[in-house]
Structures are given as C-alpha cells and as structure tokens.
C-alpha cells in the first residue's frame, strides 16, 4: 500500500508521486550545480544550453516538457525578454567578464516534470556564489528582490487563497518594492500537470484556490523600470496540512 501524504485541501499525494517530482527537482538543482562549476567567461551560450540538456537526459530525465526545450539560456539584456518557448532560440553569445545569465530547467521523465530557473551574476570573471556579495547594485538587488518574493509566497499564502489573489498580492509587492513584472502574459507561475495545455496560471480571473492543484510553480521574471536586464527565479510548491513547501 502506498503511503499518502495528507494534504490542506482533504486530498492526498502519494508518497512515491511526492518522490518522482522530488527527483526530477533535485536533477534540475544538480544540473545548475554542474553548469555553474563550468561555465566561464568565453563559453558560448549555445554551449551551455547543450551541455545543460545532455546532462539532464544523462541523469534521469527522458525528454523536455516544455516545447522539448530542457534549458532556456538567456544573457546580459535578453535576460529581460519574455517569449513562448514555441519562439525560442537560444542566441550565438559569449559570457562576458561581467555579465547576467538565466538558466530555465524544464526536464521530464514518464511525464513527472521539473521545472527551475536561477539568474547568475559574473563580476571580474568569476561567478559569483553570495547574492549578497555581488558588486553592480542593481544586480545584486534584483536576485535580493527574488529571494524575498519567495520568502513573502510562503509567508502570504493559505490553501484557500486563489490564483487570481496571489497574482493581486504578489504583483503588488513586486511595483512597491520598486520593480515590474517582466512576463509577457503577466503571470507568475502555473499549475504542475501531465500536459503543458492542461496548465492553469497564477493570473488576473483565475478563481481556482491554490490547493485545488498538487502543485504549483512560483517563478517572477522581474526588472527594474528603464533597465535592459531582468532575474528570474523559479521553484515548485505544494501543501502539506496548510502550509507552504518548496520541492
């Protein structure tokens, strides 16, 4: 028998479904950990894009859920641009001495999806490791700002919160807080399904509460007014008896 994971909303989550997505996250962790202690100035993004993938498929995934893209890889002012994977192509660029790179994760295995996505900062050559350490301002306050709207998502949320709210609030902390939200469909993050059309999105005139769904991503792609550079940060959430976990 399977052991079942009581959820908030009178549902429950098998303990082995709980464990394939943990897998397919900790892959993507991996995967950014392996791509981070190579990449360097000169590596071309459509290297990193490759390495990014074959490292997937090498280590548990199957294919890529998402327009089967494994890795979306975004530098200096394209950091900022939002498009449809269906439009993507990744650019012939190089890492620059100082430069801001976005790496976004989208493996499967059996149709159990991951899905991740950091911003890196490299400053005299090196990356760096501490957001907080990081030298040009408004880098480091950007990856700040993402590291409190996941921090403020957990504080602020319940089960019986909607989509539609969290998209109100969190958008409402992202322009106090002095940013915007770069998304070009204007949403935050979406539901974890088995096909990429059955997704419901943390959007105006969604009325579905979040512990309608198992899970659900949490990923603002956010910039400063005026600036050519954008941050993203993306994880998984789910319930468990009401409060917030991240995968």
């Not at 459509?46 to 327009?67: H, Q, V």
């Not at 012939?92 to 295995?109: A, G, H, V």
């Not at 949403?187 to 005139?205: F, P």
Request: charged share 30%; proline share 2%; net charge negative.
């Amino acid at each position: 028998m399977k052991t079942k994971q009581r959820l908030s909303n009178g549902s429950s989550l098998a303990e082995e479904t709980l464990g394939l997505y943990s897998a397919m996250q900790d892959l993507n962790r991996a995967t950014m950990k392996y791509i981070a202690g190579i990449m360097k100035v000169g590596m071309n993004l459509r290297d990193i894009k490759t390495l990014c993938e074959n490292y997937l498929l090498e280590n548990g995934a199957d294919s890529f859920w998402y327009w089967d893209i494994g890795a979306f890889v975004f530098s200096e002012d394209e950091t900022a641009i939002s498009i449809s994977g269906k439009d993507y192509m990744v650019a012939d660029r190089t890492i620059q001495e100082n430069d801001i790179i976005t790496i976004d994760l989208s493996p499967q295995k059996n149709n159990i999806w991951g899905d991740y996505a950091r911003t890196l900062v490299f400053e005299n050559g090196v990356l760096c490791n501490e957001t907080d350490r990081i030298k040009n301002d408004e880098w480091r306050r950007g990856l700040q700002m993402e590291e409190y709207l996941h921090k403020a998502l957990i504080d602020a949320v319940a089960p019986d919160m909607t989509f539609e709210e969290l998209c109100y609030y969190m958008n409402d902390v992202i322009v106090k807080k002095g940013f915007i939200n770069l998304d070009f469909l204007g949403n935050l993050g979406h539901s974890i399904v088995k096909n990429k059309n059955d997704r419901i999105y943390t959007e105006k005139g969604n009325h579905k509460r979040l512990s309608d769904v198992e899970m659900f991503t949490f990923e603002p792609h956010i910039g400063i007014p005026e600036s050519k550079y954008g941050y993203k940060r993306e994880d998984i959430y789910y319930f468990d008896n009401g409060k917030l976990i991240k995968l």
